[in-house]
């Protein structure tokens, strides 16, 4: 299989949230996915860039149709997203209708940087999904692969679940 090169768009989210004692709140730092992919040892190509950094809640209509621009614009044809878990579905709509791409959102429901983190192996299940799925969007999360237009977040569960 030759390795096509993926593009990991960082947009905030948890998976990048640092808390702060001081203050007594998460905030969305400087994002820790590189280092991430450093650790996990990826022998792929990949480059990273980091987008914005928002909570999911905060995201606009104006960030989503940045966030497909670059899609559409880049090179590569296989993409992540690491993203908030809270508005994940909206903005794999906001992509649907860009062609010829493989789109992987992914993010995590505790920060990347806590000791006890599912933000690795969600990042691990987007590369994979992102490799051997075909063109469309999906959203990797929690050891599942998802239809990124046919999946829903419960809250109350604190996963994702097929419509």
Sequence with gaps: M?????????????????????????QIV??????????????????????????????TDADRAL???VVREAPEARVVITHGTDTMTDTARALADIAGKTVVLTGALSPARFAETDAPFNLGMAFATAQIAPEGVW????????????VRKDRAAGKFVAL
Aim: net charge negative; glycine share 8%.
């Design 139 to 150: 959203i990797a999360m929690s050891g599942q692969v998802f239809d990124g237009l046919k």
């Design 2 to 26: 030759q390795h096509q090169p993926i593009l990991v768009l960082t947009t905030g989210g948890t998976i990048d949230k640092a808390y702060f004692d001081a203050l007594s709140e998460y």
């Design 67 to 69: 966030i497909a621009d």
């Design 30 to 59: 400087e994002s820790g996915i590189p280092a991430v992919l450093a650790q996990a040892r990826v022998a792929l190509p990949f480059r990273v860039m980091e987008l914005m950094r928002k909570d999911s809640l905060e995201l």
